[in-house]
């Protein structure tokens, strides 16, 4: 018996230092973001920013994004920030000023940052952020059109307000 699993042993194919080895890396691919080495191949998908915005409350000129997001698919948008004065002397954020009682809408205006809607001074500034957020971190989802986005902080006077917000574009990677 003992012969007989010297046998085999002696069969098996064994090279010592290479069990458990590294597959060999070429510097170029790491952070690359289509290298399989970056995440396990059994990660889940993750949403990563892949462009920023600054968004400036007292500038009347959309900022559009240089990305291009493809025909249905789902993005995230995610809006951060707060300004100075948007009504004042009110602080504001994406979609809301007066942080004592947070306020969508102004006398004749829907205040906060629109994306793809240009038109201000009237009282549905798209898209709706959702319920007011103490930390003033607002996260949509937004289908791509095939086209880059325009984004507005909209407002009727624009000369009292100070500060900038700040918007990402994240993709499910």
């Known amino acids: 018996m003992r012969w007989a699993l010297l046998v085999i042993g002696a069969s098996c ?3 010592p230092g290479t069990l458990g080895s ?10 690359d973001p289509d290298s399989s080495l970056d995440a396990p191949p059994d990660a889940p998908p993750t949403w ?15 900022q559009t994004s240089t990305t291009v997001l493809a025909n249905g698919v789902v993005y995230h948008l995610r ?5 100075s004065n948007v009504i004042d002397p009110h602080p504001g954020d994406a ?6 009682a947070p306020k969508d809408k102004g006398c004749c205006e829907d205040i906060g ?27 949509i989802e937004w289908t791509g059109a095939g086209a880059t986005i325009t984004a507005l ?7 009292n307000n100070v500060g900038n917000l700040t918007l990402e574009i994240l993709e499910l990677r």
């Open 13 to 15: 194919s064994f090279q």
């Open 22 to 31: 590294p597959p060999a890396v070429d510097d170029a691919t790491i952070g």
């Open 48 to 62: 990563q920013v892949i462009e920023t915005l600054t968004i400036n409350s007292a500038s009347s000129t959309a």
């Open 79 to 83: 809006a951060s920030g707060t300004l």
């Open 95 to 100: 979609d809301y000023f007066d942080f004592t």
């Open 113 to 139: 940052l629109g994306i793809n809607d240009v038109v201000v001074a009237d009282q549905e500034t798209q898209p709706n952020w959702g319920p007011y957020s103490p930390n003033h971190i607002y996260e």
């Open 153 to 159: 902080f909209q407002d009727t006077f624009y000369d």
